[in-house]
């Protein structure tokens, strides 16, 4: 089992930044391949990043590449989403995902991952 907590959302002015932090418990955080989905009020989750269990290998959908930045430190059992050029259609519940997969093209899809936290919501005025 993993438990997934995310923290770090709030309200922000387009233009600003943001900082998610998304903390791990349970199974061993450092073999685990993380991703970050969004869900905007009345639309579908979507992908949004995913960060590979070394760090090594990441991706973005394309609309955040260049503004959000995925990292993880392996000894905080920490992975975080670092939100810039924030712009209103960013506004959506954030969440993290924890999977034991191997890291690929899968990561896109919401069945990839096998554990979910619980949402931080993000909002965005123009």
């Known amino acids: 089992q993993v438990q997934l907590v995310e923290s770090g959302g709030g309200l922000v002015q387009a233009g600003g930044s943001l900082r998610l932090s998304c903390a791990a418990s349970g199974r061993t955080f450092s073999s685990t391949n993380m991703g970050w989905f969004r869900q905007a009020p009345g639309k579908e989750r979507a992908f949004v990043g995913a960060i590979s269990w070394s760090g090594r290998s990441i991706n973005y959908e394309d609309s955040v590449k260049g503004r959000f930045t995925i990292s993880r430190d392996n000894a905080k059992n920490t992975v975080y989403l670092q939100m810039n050029s924030l712009k209103p259609d960013d506004t959506a519940v954030y969440y993290c995902?924890?999977?034991?997969?191997?890291?690929?093209?899968?990561?896109?899809?919401?069945?990839?991952?096998?554990?979910w936290g619980q949402g931080t919501q993000v909002t965005v005025s123009p």
């Open positions: 995902a924890a999977s034991a997969r191997p890291y690929g093209s899968s990561n896109y899809y919401s069945y990839y991952y096998d554990y």
